[in-house]
């Protein structure tokens, strides 16, 4: 079961103690799970927190640009200022906002010729913020604190006995630093147990009890994360790339125009801009009223918008070959039906290839991330496996369809072994789902009349898929998505897939 998240852990537990002993009242009695000492019980708890506020400050655009590439790809809710764009007094206020919890500032290393002239204003600006503020925490990425400015604004010269005041790796004219940055800022973020945080670790976990390579995509309110998890390789601990970030919150920290044109690029209503941004203000407030219908309609298509930042950001990870089993969680997935979820990930989380997908239903990977003991932790998710993940179905995706095929009637065809069906057409650019009930298993054999990519360049493609309740979903689509750029011919392509997601959808 999974709630909204004011709702108290007491009342989630107390209904779960009614339900069981609703369902298997001796089970309840041996455990000893009555609902009113059910507070007392052991639990695993855990909470996704606002993320606080970075301010970075660069000499140049160029420098802005290098730090926000890195700083992105972190929780932190990034307000970024230089000289170039802002005047002293702009870059001073912003530094000194209550919410900002911490200033990365940086210049090129050796510093450009449009960055020179800034140099000393920067050093002085941020050093005398520091004094300003001593619980201010600040990361100097170049040349910064090597600057006379820098020790009169901050009243002394800078020699590393502040914890407060870290010194990062150099920016280069080109290129900057990135895992090295990026794990200094998030060592600077709380402690506070995030959900995303933990669920990282429940999934390195997971993906050594199954044996498989998981990937998990999860959309909350106030950030994304993307994760790659590898099974272990003899007695090696299992492998994972990590990116959690704001930019793929639900609702981005400005709802601004380029915000609502996001949302509004995948949806099918005839809601302008305006009405439209002021439906993404009442989201924000209200993120679980009005779930159903039109509601649930654009928290999937702000999800789409949201899932299509996290792919940027997190290019390297889709670079990656496809995983055996892809993890979404989230609000927004869990009031959309289970075939408009897999278009979701389809539209936007695109690599050729097949994977099973499956949703977190219960919410349940941040609270067994909790648990510090890596053995106790497998040992839950064995226990747990068959009731942890809901599955939606597979996916294939089909790349390098040619395109000289695209106006024929048919361009291969797909036949599920066992499948009592038969042979299934196959056409370019289109989206086909397939009955395969949670539970089965087959063999798909795709054939087509030229070399097509899944995985692996073939005409003849053999893959293993599970079902679900969406089925199985193949995708002849282009890869990258391609979509009309005039809105009323892009909501028309879209209103066209919509039909197989959304039962009744006249739209």
Do not use: C, Y
């Amino acid at each position: 079961m999974s709630a909204p998240a004011g709702a108290h852990p007491d009342a989630l537990a107390a209904l779960l103690a009614r339900r069981l002993g609703a369902i298997d009242p001796a089970l309840a009695a041996d455990l000893d799970i009555i609902e009113p000492a059910v507070a007392d019980l052991p639990r695993l708890e855990t909470v996704s927190t606002p993320p606080p506020t970075l301010a970075v400050l660069g000499a140049s655009r160029r420098a802005i640009g290098l730090l926000e590439a890195v700083a992105a790809r972190t929780p932190w809710r990034v307000r970024a200022a230089s000289p170039e764009s802002h005047d002293p007094r702009e870059m001073t206020e912003l530094a000194l906002r209550p919410e900002v919890a911490a200033v990365l500032v940086g210049a090129g290393d050796p510093p450009g010729p449009d960055e020179r002239g800034w140099l000393d204003d920067l050093a002085g600006l941020v050093g005398a913020v520091t004094r300003r503020r001593p619980e201010l925490k600040v990361v100097l990425a170049g040349p910064i604190a090597s600057r006379n400015a820098w020790a009169e604004g901050a009243g002394r010269p800078f020699d590393g006995t502040q914890p407060r005041i870290i010194e990062g790796p150099p920016l280069g004219l080109r290129s900057g630093p990135d895992e090295p940055l990026r794990e200094i800022l998030e060592n600077l973020l709380p402690d506070s147990g995030d959900a995303r945080q933990t669920a990282v670790r429940a999934l390195l976990s997971l993906a050594d009890t199954l044996d498989r390579r998981l990937e998990l995509i999860d959309i909350g309110l106030t950030g994304g994360l993307r994760a790659m998890a590898t099974p272990g390789v003899a007695d090696q601990g299992p492998a994972a790339v990590a990116v959690r970030t704001a930019n793929a919150a639900l609702l981005p920290l400005e709802i601004d125009d380029a915000a609502v044109d996001a949302v509004l690029a995948w949806t099918t209503g005839s809601l302008d801009r305006h009405r439209m941004g002021d439906r993404l203000l009442d989201l924000r407030a209200q993120p679980w009223a009005d779930a159903s219908g039109d509601g649930a309609r654009l928290r999937l298509a702000a999800a789409r918008a949201a899932m299509t930042r996290l792919a940027q950001q997190t290019q390297d990870i889709g670079g990656m070959a496809s995983p055996d089993v892809t993890i979404v969680s989230g609000g927004a997935f869990a009031v959309a039906p289970p075939r408009a979820v897999a278009l979701a990930v389809a539209d936007t989380i695109r690599r050729p290839g097949a994977t099973q997908l499956a949703v977190d239903h219960a919410r349940l990977l941040g609270p067994i991330g909790t648990i510090d003991d890596p053995d106790e932790r497998r040992g839950l998710l064995a226990d747990l496996a068959d009731d942890l993940l809901a599955p939606l179905g597979s996916l294939l995706v089909v790349g390098n369809v040619p395109a000289g095929r695209r106006n024929t009637a048919r361009v291969g065809r797909l036949t599920l072994d066992g499948d009592r069906h038969g042979r299934h057409d196959l056409s370019a650019g289109d989206v086909a789902f397939v009955d395969l009930p949670p539970g089965d298993q087959a063999l798909a054999t795709l054939e087509f009349r030229d070399s097509v990519r899944v995985g692996h360049r073939a005409r003849r493609v053999a893959v293993p898929v599970s079902g679900g309740i969406a089925g199985l979903a193949v995708d002849l689509r282009d890869v990258p998505l391609r979509l009309p750029d005039r809105r009323d011919r892009r909501r028309a392509a879209l209103a066209a897939i919509g039909e197989l997601a959304w039962p009744g959808d006249e739209r």
